[in-house]
């Protein structure tokens, strides 16, 4: 299958309709927030109920999966932590640079796997997704918090993950595989059509919020973000997945989470946590310019050595 045509190019032109969108077209400042919060509440959840639900889980090694999530992102949090010290990093802007080395764009992701490898890669994709959300939103509140020295972050992260609705839709898409019970006709067709919009809305949404105003002072703390997120988290874990044995959809689907650019909700958290969001809404453009070169040669990487 073509790489190119069937998810580089589609995510650059979707990319920059939604740049151009929001700034030209629909600057109705309700709108974008309306559409993320459907994405995320609504379409997102639905498809990967309907993935999960119908995925062939014995293809998916649970245990080396975990392991190869888990160690890189702890890794690269640690290197974050020690290298953006030697950088001068201070105050709000170490919860806005430990966003931009281990946060992740699941919308971009989502088109990838589709492309590569249908409804058992995104299936895939979305059991790596409910591993990594609840550690990296973990790993992002305590940094913000710490940065702005608050103590109230315990409560607020259990909730965030208790309630966060791609985990709970993963939750739900494995007990209805696990269970073997089918969904009734009328669900399967009704999440079916709530999934659809997806892909296409997620990535307006991530062209949305690209911004590409960067400053001299953050020209070091950008290049060390996307150093980290960019090519050590994905090789690490590339590097560990491999001996275990994974291939298939599960290592691309592997290689794909770990090397997508930082998400642009994580400028909201770190309007809503005291970060820096100057820096954030920076690390958010240039990871995602960037990716659209990275990612692709990390697929084609995984492809080659894992067959």
């Not at 245990?63 to 105050?91: C, I, K």
Request: net charge positive; with cysteine; charged share 10%.
């Amino acid at each position: 299958m073509d790489l190119v045509t069937t998810a580089i190019v589609p995510i650059v032109i979707l990319l920059l309709t939604g740049a151009v969108l929001k700034r030209r077209v629909i600057t109705d400042g309700a709108f974008w927030p309306g559409l993320s919060w459907l994405v995320y509440w609504v379409f997102a959840p639905a498809l990967f109920i309907d993935a999960v639900a119908g995925a062939d889980l014995g293809a998916v090694a649970l245990g080396p999966l975990l392991l190869a999530l888990v160690v890189p992102v702890l890794a690269v949090a640690a290197l974050t932590l020690g290298l953006g010290r030697l950088l001068g990093v201070r105050g709000p802007e170490w919860g806005s640079l430990m966003q931009g080395t281990i946060r992740f764009n699941t919308y971009v992701g989502l088109v990838f796997v589709s492309a590569l490898h249908g409804s058992q890669g995104v299936a895939t994709f979305a059991l790596a997704v409910a591993v990594l959300v609840p550690l990296v939103n973990l790993i992002s509140v305590v940094t913000l918090a710490a940065g702005r020295r608050a103590s109230d972050s315990g409560p607020s992260v259990l909730r965030e993950v208790a309630t966060n609705p791609l985990i709970l839709a993963c939750l739900v898409g494995l007990a209805v595989n696990l269970t073997g019970l089918p969904l009734p006709g009328t669900v399967t067709a009704t999440l079916q059509l709530l999934a659809q919009p997806t892909l296409v809305c997620g990535t307006l949404l991530a062209g949305a919020a690209l911004s590409l105003r960067v400053d001299r002072q953050d020209v070091k703390a950008l290049t060390l973000g996307a150093v980290l997120k960019l090519a050590v988290l994905p090789l690490a874990a590339l590097a560990i997945a491999v001996p275990l044995g994974i291939t298939g959809p599960m290592l691309i689907a592997l290689v794909v989470i770990t090397a997508l650019p930082v998400t642009p909700t994580a400028a909201v958290l770190a309007s809503r946590m005291g970060g820096d969001v100057r820096l954030m809404s920076a690390l958010i453009g240039t990871q995602t310019v960037l990716s659209v070169v990275t990612l692709p040669a990390l697929i084609a990487l995984a492809q080659r050595v894992g067959g």
